[in-house]
């Protein structure tokens, strides 16, 4: 699991290393969960839009309105005995028409939007700190270009992001002061409290309690269904919209395309400040602020590389089922994140987690596939010539940690040895003895495979490393095999002229040790009395005028048994002879 791991820490690392572009792609992940989670719904809302559309403008002209036509829209909604009204329009400049403009504020429970300049907070509900909040993260202001018309309270308007994804809740107001954006103002108004309590991480608005995240940014989190919009013209004509008002906190605001500046936001790609506005009042009447899980970016980093590592590990465990496990962890991750935003509500980064799972199990199933590709190619150069064809494939899936290992195993094992060849190495020329065996080997080699060869001698393993059931009736059909190459090849000219001589065989079957041996030099081997026995018989062959025998073996192909004999090195042994066809034995 060491590479997927590195994978997924390195992946946390470069989240810690460029802060900003990590942010970038959570606040884009976290978009879109909040788009497929969308805020439980909390029966009516208690906000209502009054939007300055495009019909609005069609029938009473091009914004900027006539302060006095604004003053009869927000007279008209104030004779509906709203809770509160937001005029989510900046006046920065007198004009004509202030007055009536500002008797229609003062006669309402207004709240006047602000932006960024450089006047000195106008005033606003109060903010008392308790306990000493900090307030360093705050979005800083140098100013504010403070109202022309009316004595209204205010609030903080202004949106910040290319995208907008919050509504500030409080601002630090240079040098010391703290200005509430508009929602919170409203909302304030809407509750009658003559100031805000502000204590560490919490805001208190009359008797409603709200967490505070330590940027004062309020994470716009939409229910469902929308908070509802009044047309403006509606409430111009006098149409009958005051039981839809009454009572309720009020957003005026500009919706119409080319009067108002419609910004990207969660809530759609083309959004007005009023509707943003609107709906971050909502959500904060439902007491539901969104906050970063604990921990922050290094704490993302910490899930990432865990998450990451355990991806690995379970694709190290078993490739297939692992990267499945691994694409289950992404996908769990999210389910995490998408419900700690519905019960939390609390916002865990979906992305760079689910991420690290991802690429840290496919790395993982990389690094074991190059792995495996090494390890078969290793196996492949020690085992190819020694084992049936596909056994190096059966060894590969085995476990790596059951490779090899060494223990105790029931095999067949063939021993055969080249009666004369010393006489034939002593007394032929040298190119024609070793052409001749290496044909004479490559035929044994077909017949039967190999384990090792010694000299002139070889010897096969069946059962081992790989297990075989029918151990014994393999070992029979290869000697069978052998024998018949063999008394083929020595009546071929070249091993007439060199004098090569019978091939004895002995068969063996028991339990023997299997295992890596060699020291410095470790080669794959078996010890034990099989092996043993295997050797004794061939050289018992030549006592008893035969050039195959049988041990340990009860198989109906086999001949009654020759006798028991006393084998150096083992004792008493039953021994069979190997049927073998088309020639005697000399």
């Known amino acids: 699991m060491k590479a997927g791991a590195l994978a997924a820490g390195l992946l946390a690392l470069a989240a810690l290393a460029a802060p900003r572009i990590a942010d970038r792609a959570r606040d884009a992940a976290t978009d879109m969960l909040i788009q497929a989670v969308p805020r439980p719904p909390d029966g009516a809302t208690p906000v209502v839009i009054v ?67 450089a006047d000195p907070p106008p005033p606003g509900p109060g903010v008392v700190l308790i306990g000493a909040p900090n307030l360093v993260r705050l979005p800083a202001l140098p100013g504010v270009a ?145 906050l970063r899980a604990p921990g922050g970016v290094a704490g993302g980093a910490l899930a990432a590389l865990l998450v990451g590592a355990l991806a690995a590990a379970l694709v190290r465990w078993r490739t297939a089922p692992g990267l499945v496990g691994a694409a289950l962890l992404a996908v769990g991750w999210v389910g995490v994140a998408m419900a700690a935003l519905r019960l939390g509500p609390v916002l865990v980064d979906p992305l760079l987690p689910a991420a690290a799972a991802l690429l840290g199990g496919a790395v993982e199933a990389a690094s074991s596939a190059l792995r495996l590709a090494r390890e078969k190619a290793r196996l492949a150069a020690r ?57 004479y080997l490559a035929g044994v080699e077909q017949a039967a495979t190999l384990e090792r060869l010694i000299g002139d001698s070889v010897l096969a393993v069946f059962g081992a490393p790989v297990a075989m059931p029918d151990h014994a009736a393999r070992a029979l059909v290869a000697a069978r095999a052998v024998d018949a190459f063999a008394e083929d090849f020595r009546c071929r000219p070249a091993a007439v002229a060199l004098g090569f001589g019978e091939t004895r065989i002995g068969v063996s079957a028991g339990e023997v040790l299997v295992g890596e041996m060699g020291g410095a030099r470790l080669t794959w081997t078996v010890c034990g009395d099989a092996a043993n026995i295997a050797a004794r018989l061939q050289e018992l062959g030549k006592t008893v005028g035969l050039r195959a025998l049988v041990a340990g073996i009860d198989d109906p192909s086999l001949p009654p048994p020759l006798g028991v004999f006393a084998l150096r090195g083992v004792g008493d042994v039953v021994v069979r002879p190997l049927d073998v066809s088309g020639h005697g034995a000399t």
């Open 383 to 439: 085992f190819a010539h020694r084992l049936p064809t596909g056994v190096v494939e059966q060894l590969l899936a085995m476990p790596e940690a059951e490779r090899l290992k060494p223990e105790r195993r029931r095999v067949a094992v063939v021993m055969t040895d080249l009666a004369g060849f010393s006489a034939m190495v002593r007394n032929g020329e040298p190119q024609a003895v070793v052409a001749a065996l290496n044909d």
């Open 51 to 117: 939007a300055v559309d495009a019909a609005a403008l069609a029938e009473q002209g091009a914004w900027p309105w006539p302060r006095a036509t604004l003053a009869r829209l927000v007279a008209g909604v104030a004779a509906t005995q709203p809770a509160a009204i937001a005029l989510d329009v900046a006046l920065p400049d007198p004009a004509p028409g202030d007055a009536a403009l500002a008797g229609a504020i003062a006669a309402g429970p207004v709240v006047q939007a602000v932006l960024a300049g």
């Open 146 to 290: 403070a109202p022309a018309v009316g004595s209204a309270p205010t609030g903080f308007a202004g949106l910040p992001g290319a995208v907008v994804r919050a509504a500030p809740m409080l601002l630090r107001a240079e040098p010391d002061g703290v200005i509430p954006g508009l929602a919170v103002a409203a909302l304030a108004r809407a509750l009658d409290a003559p100031a805000l309590i502000l204590r560490a991480g919490q805001l208190q608005i009359g008797d409603v309690g709200l967490d505070l995240p330590e940027d004062g940014l309020l994470r716009l989190h939409p229910a469902a269904a929308a908070v509802p919009v009044i047309p403006a013209a509606a409430v111009l004509a006098g149409a009958p919209a005051a039981a839809v008002l009454r009572g309720r906190l009020v957003v005026v605001g500009v919706t119409a395309p080319g009067a108002a500046v419609l910004r990207p936001s969660v809530l759609g790609p083309f959004t007005a400040s009023a509707v943003v506005q609107g709906e971050a009042a909502a959500q904060l009447a439902a007491g539901w602020v969104p």
